[in-house]
């Protein structure tokens, strides 16, 4: 009976340090914005700059990985992949043929991981203490982020309208593929220095 008792024991604490390790990553989050670091934010700032993808390569590049990584560190969800062949014309193609963009999944229906998703669309367009706008996307090399209808080009102010989700007019259309219209994740692209991991962000001690 005392052995039995012991294994119980044992079989509770296992369970309780599994839930704490699980908890641990699912409120993993940014509690302040990497850009502002006392080791980053006087460093030289890269310009807004995009780059076109072309063609479907074999592998995801070094800088999309790393992101993906730091993701995976520092928030919510998990990662729905990098690589995918999609060519528009002969030289046009979506930047998961070029492995520069990946799909994060978090779900703009769910409160919590909605609120996760704006706080680092947020943190990555948002001012440093400096005034330089979206500095840590820039920092990054990230060029585009998309979610739930709504997106964010390199260079631009802001959030604005992700055009597949509405009409002419302006008005919302129905019934969307929520994939398509990145309900249910964060689309985010990389230029080709951050995908090559030559931006300040990732040659410096916090990448």
Not at 29 to 51: F, G
Not at 152 to 162: A, I, N, P, V
Not at 177 to 205: C, M, Y
């Amino acid at each position: 009976m005392r052995n039995v008792s012991i294994r119980w024991g044992l079989t509770v604490l296992l369970a309780c340090v599994l839930s704490l390790g699980v908890g641990a990553v699912a409120v993993a989050r940014l509690s302040s914005n990497p850009a502002n670091d006392s080791r980053l934010l006087d460093k030289p700032i890269e310009d807004p700059r995009y780059d076109s993808a072309e063609r479907c390569l074999d592998r995801p590049q070094k800088g999309t990985l790393a992101l993906q990584s730091w993701l995976g560190k520092n928030i919510r969800g998990v990662s729905w992949g990098i690589m995918r062949c999609e060519r528009w014309g002969p030289n046009s193609a979506s930047l998961h043929a070029e492995g520069r963009a990946i799909d994060w999944h978090l779900d703009a229906r769910n409160a919590g991981e909605r609120r996760a998703a704006m706080k680092l669309i947020r943190t990555l367009i948002e001012s440093d203490r400096n005034g330089q706008p979206s500095a840590l996307a820039r920092r990054m090399g990230v060029q585009g982020l998309i979610f739930d209808c709504q997106a964010w080009w390199s260079g631009q102010q802001g959030l604005g309208r992700y055009s597949y989700c509405f009409q002419p007019n302006g008005e919302k259309k129905d019934n969307l593929d929520p994939t398509q219209a990145h309900v249910d994740h964060i689309h985010i692209e990389l230029n080709w220095p951050g995908a090559r991991k030559r931006t300040s962000f990732w040659r410096s001690p916090l990448a």
